[in-house]
């Protein structure tokens, strides 16, 4: 039986090496993953193939975020957990995240968990995992997902 792969998380804080352009924090997990995905690839996966050459402090917040989402689909990993991707963003920007990470579970078919404190976040998902005081209060299906486009908070 074949273990999960899971990938790199996504946190709130981005977590990139500041001495490193984008394409090198990316080309990091292709250094040790057995089946990565072209680091190239998967910054254009979340559009920012053209700025793949600019260093952490030479990115907004939500480049910084889609980065650390490009690093994290680069393992091609089986599950991905996103803790709070969007918390640090302003709405536009956490927008423009939520599409990424939903283009990419998409192409890669990644089974994607995002733990957040966002409730319109919900809409996007298959099924929401709601929890109160560390227990499970209910699981629900989203028959109409909405797209990140879609949201409002």
Partial sequence: MKGLDIGVSVFQFYNLIAGLTALENVSLVAEISPHPLEPTDA??????????????????????QRVAIARAFGNRPDVLLC?????????TT??????????ANRQLGTLTVVITHNASI???ADRVVTMVDG???KIECNEHKKSAHDLVW
């Fill in 83 to 91: 803790d709070e991707p969007t918390g640090a963003l302003d709405i």
């Fill in 135 to 137: 227990r499970i209060a």
């Fill in 43 to 64: 910054l254009a996966l979340v559009g920012l193939g053209e700025r793949k050459d600019h260093y952490p402090c030479q990115l907004s917040g939500g480049e910084q």
């Fill in 122 to 124: 919900a809409s996007m």
């Fill in 94 to 103: 956490g927008i423009v995240v939520l599409d990424a990470i939903a283009t």
